[in-house]
């Protein structure tokens, strides 16, 4: 384990290393390779992601490449400050990009808005952060070589955004799911897709082995039955809207009954009955 000014690096398996930021409890992935490492996600402001790079090089010198496994603050404000340490690659879905590139300013308010209340002094962090856009995109699938190790991204389908991506690395038997896999709480469907999502995550199954380590976006590392049981969660979810919206049922009477709770649940219900209308 190493620590630096609060946060540390825990390796949960051959050179994969998890950092959990205590604000937000979001996870960093840190993978070393022999003359190369990556790092999946960069927290939320200039000051976060800069105690994060002294985490990561405390454990290694190497040029970095970073993956933003989507575009929402907790996952990707950090981009710039490791971007100061030199020339760094970044990785993400084609959507992530897009809004990270055309649309900052939104992308920045919309996170202002949404921490404001609870904590305005991160809120006040996050509008004097620099958004800085992905430099490279993925549609499908990509193979990234770090230091020799494959590293291979995924967009297996919209979910807890348009453009969630997946990180694996095979020789380790370890996924990174982003927010497609919550721990520490509920699932967010504030912009999400729930009735995909639950096909998304029957795709992540796919991706697993008994074995595998699974980093959650929030929250401890899981295991491929912890995912099973959070896809049934959602196959439940997306039942129970598909039927309140047959029914014409009101969203906050339909969410009273989701596995998630009633608060994520109205968010979930309300987003599942925009899809079905065909306004998500």
Known sequence: MTTTTGIAFTEIADRVYVLRQPVLDVNVTLVVGDGGALVVDTLSTAGQAAELLRAVRALTADPLVVVNTHHHF?????????????????????????????????VRRQAYDEVLPADPGLAAELARTTVLAPTHS??????????????????????????????????????????LIEQSGPPAFDDAFPLEWVETVAALLGCLTPGTVVVPGHGTVVDTEFVRVQHDDLATMSWLIRNGDADRAPADRVAQRTPFGPEAGLAAVQRGYAELRGDA
């Open 74 to 106: 907790d996952h990707c404000f950090g981009n710039a400050a490791l971007a100061a340490d030199g020339p760094v690659p970044i990785y993400a879905h084609e959507e992530t990009v897009r809004l990270l590139r055309e649309q900052p300013a939104l």
């Open 138 to 179: 993925v549609r499908r699938e990509a193979t990234i070589d770090v230091g020799g190790r494959a590293v291979l991204l995924r967009h297996l389908g919209r979910g807890h955004t348009e453009g969630d991506l997946v990180v694996q690395v095979p020789d380790a038997d370890v996924l990174v799911a982003g927010d």
